[in-house]
């Protein structure tokens, strides 16, 4: 059987080696596996990590880990799904099962997991191939389309969320604001909080203002310090592939705060000056992955809350220009190639 897909050889600079769409042939089916027609995959900033070799020298994969679609076979051991469900596939594609990690529900922090989209063919495809235990069932009332950024976008920033601890009511700030970012905006909106949005994208803070922030600050328009300091900020979390705002963030934050890191690659040094940025218990932490029961507990709430990302179709053929605008900040949400 072949699937039509979008196919990374090795990687380097989008705008020199894009992505080639080719016919690939899809192996035979484990027990474990199932056999999945893909409706919908949203593109996300690993994507591009991936394409670019910022995770690593990987060859000859296709991308793509928010991938929505109806499981058309199933392998002889599989028991949580059946042919016609729909079902999610994200950035976890295995763990090893045995670990430390993967035996206290931290699956995430296996050292013997693999990617969608990395370590496994993902989801710029027609059909997926993916791991029973580690796939979703998806609720009802969501689009396919409307679910795929969910599943890493969505679930990364609720990790964050979660993570940072937030006291009911308390102030977040989100710096940077792409996919992960716009749908994390909603969900702590909906949950009773203030958020703050830093962007040096005009565009972007204007959407943020659409989508309920209560404040929105440019860098290019002073001093993040000066200008944050007295809103009482609590916490921050980081979704600028970039180490200063993780400097900035930590100043500004008030004692006993956290500073949560959601990206899986930061460009720059990271600089603390310890009386001004960590003193008075403040903490930083990077966010790995997410857990299944994260996804299942995030699923549950973008369902009850409405969350919904905002999002443009894109056929599998324009992957590459919206990997270029992802990389030159100029998409508003997210793209969903939809099949
Ligand atoms: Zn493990
Ligand atoms: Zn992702």
Redesign the pocket.
């Known amino acids: 059987m072949k699937t039509k897909a979008a196919f990374l050889e090795k990687p380097g600079k989008i705008e020199e080696k894009p992505l080639k769409i080719k016919e690939l042939k899809l192996p035979e089916l484990k027990e474990n596996e199932v056999l999945i027609k893909v409706s919908a995959c949203g593109v996300c900033r690993t994507d591009l990590h991936v394409v670019e070799g910022e995770l690593g020298n990987v060859n000859n994969i296709v991308p793509g880990h928010e991938v929505v679609g109806t499981i058309e076979r199933v392998g002889s051991e599989v028991k949580a799904q059946k042919t016609g469900d729909r079902v999610g596939v994200a950035w976890l594609y295995s763990?090893?099962?045995?670990?430390e990690?993967?035996l206290s529900g931290r699956?995430n922090l296996?050292?013997?997991?693999k990617f969608t989209g990395f370590s496994k063919n993902g989801g710029y495809s027609e059909y997926i191939i993916a791991d029973s235990g580690f796939i979703f069932n998806l609720p009802v009332g969501l689009k396919d389309e409307e679910i795929a950024p969910l599943l890493c976008s969505g679930a990364i920033g609720y990790r964050s969320f979660k993570l940072a601890h937030a006291s009911p009511g308390s102030t977040i700030t989100m710096f940077g604001f792409g996919g992960s970012a716009h749908l994390t905006l909603q969900l702590a909106k909906k949950l009773g909080h203030k958020v703050i949005i830093v962007s040096r994208n005009e565009e972007h803070l204007k959407l943020a203002s659409e989508l309920g922030a209560d404040f929105t600050f440019s860098p290019k328009n002073g001093n993040i310090y000066e200008n944050l300091k007295d809103k009482d900020i609590e916490n921050a979390i980081i979704f600028a592939p970039s180490s200063v705002p993780i400097m900035n963030a930590l100043k500004v934050i008030k004692p006993g705060g956290r500073v949560i890191v959601a990206g899986i690659h930061i460009d720059g040094e990271i600089k603390i000056d310890y009386d001004s940025q960590l003193f008075h218990e403040k903490l930083l932490l990077s966010v790995e992955s997410y857990t299944r029961q994260d996804m299942l507990e995030y699923l549950r709430l973008a369902t009850n809350l409405e969350i919904k990302p905002v999002y443009s179709d894109i056929k599998l053929e324009d992957v590459n220009s919206a990997l270029t605008e992802l990389k030159n900040s100029e998409l508003m949400g997210v793209k969903v190639i939809k099949f």
Do not use: A, R
């Open positions: 763990s090893c099962g045995s670990c990690y993967c699956e296996c050292q013997n997991k």
